[in-house]
């Protein structure tokens, strides 16, 4: 079934090979609509206040999260630098710490913000 | 072509791909217990195994198209004739759920109206967060061989690495974020949130392959794919 075809991108793949993925694609459509139409809604929502996780380091009060991101983005530029390949990894680097820098300022217009407000 | 298949020669071709397994593997086993200790094991379920499966298809598709392959890796999964190494589907799943979360915590701080527009946001910011920190990997993925691009591909590239990348990875964890925020919210009961969220895979998929689709066209057309 599976068509053996070198460097086409995934859109073409699946369209070439229509006849797998069309059964597959049905089946999930179809029982999505059971489970959605058939299920009792008795579950009360959880608010999104579950992201906001922190824990303490060096006295310093860090979101969970953003503690594993910034461990993803040390190892990456480590490896980077380790492999001599330097302007990549500056200039990804570069671009992987502004939702780091965006955090933390985020962090501190909410603390200056709470300050105002007292 | 649906196979499991473990590599003897690991790491053969690569560079550093141990430390890039262990760092992978580090994330997705807090992230993992985390989620676990939080939430329990349905919203766990709810919030991994989705993107497992995704991951799996999308991965395995575009290695069996030609475009990349993952050379050196231990254990291999198929499900339609690409090999995709498992620690690649995990890590799918370990950044869908921090991109997710990350992207909450940040719109929270300046939105928290609990509407369409919020879910719209959180989404959008995963998924800007999730491409920065792969322009940061992927070009490092690609000089050290841990998954190789082809290198007749046409189009505009970032250090060999197609850009038409980032933007189906901005596309999968937009979607996947959407579809898990959308489930997560609804009233349905857990067991019930954990079918719908495999079962609906399939219809953040077609959305996926429609929008990616309808970019790589234009890119085509401007010449940057």
């Known amino acids: ?118 | 072509m649906i196979y499991l298949k473990i590599n003897q020669n690991f790491g053969e071709q690569t560079q550093f791909l141990f430390f890039f397994i262990i760092t992978i593997l580090i994330v997705w086993l807090v992230l993992v217990l985390f989620s676990y200790r939080r939430y329990g094991w349905k919203r766990t379920t709810m919030y991994f195994l989705p993107m497992i499966i995704a991951a799996l298809f999308i991965e395995s598709a575009g290695v069996a198209s030609g475009r990349y392959y993952y050379p050196g890796y231990l254990l291999y999964l198929s499900v339609v004739g690409g090999g995709v190494p498992l620690i690649i589907v995990l890590a799918w799943s370990a950044n869908l759920f921090l991109f997710l979360h990350i992207g909450k915590y940040v719109t929270l701080k300046f939105y928290d109206r609990h509407n369409y527009l919020q879910i719209i946001l959180i989404s959008f910011l995963a998924g800007i967060i999730g491409v920065c920190l792969d322009l940061l990997e992927d070009p490092i993925a690609h000089h050290n061989n841990w998954w190789i691009w082809a290198g007749s591909l046409r189009g505009v590239k970032f250090f060999e690495v197609p850009i038409i990348n980032f933007v189906g990875w901005f596309y999968l964890i937009f979607f996947m974020s959407v579809a898990t925020i959308l489930i997560e919210r609804s009233s349905f009961s857990e067991n019930r949130k954990v079918l719908i969220s495999i079962s609906s895979i399939s219809i953040t998929g077609i959305v996926i392959f429609l929008t990616h689709g309808a970019t790589l066209k234009l890119f085509q057309m401007i010449g940057l794919a």
Do not use: W
């Open chain 1, 1 to 118: 079934m599976i068509l053996d075809t070198m460097e086409q991108n995934i859109v073409q793949f699946i369209t070439d090979n229509i006849l797998f993925f069309l059964p597959l694609v049905t089946i999930g459509i179809v029982s999505t609509i059971i489970l959605y139409f058939t299920g009792k809604k008795d579950d009360k929502n959880r608010d999104n206040k579950d992201a906001d996780f922190h824990i303490i380091l060096l006295n310093r009060n860090f979101n969970y999260f953003f503690l594993i991101y910034l461990f993803i983005f040390f190892m990456m530029m480590l490896i980077g630098f380790l492999s001599k390949f330097y302007l990549a990894t500056i200039i990804g680097g570069c671009i992987a710490v502004i939702p780091s820098i965006v955090l933390l300022l985020v962090e501190y217009t909410a603390i200056l913000n709470k300050e105002n407000a007292l």
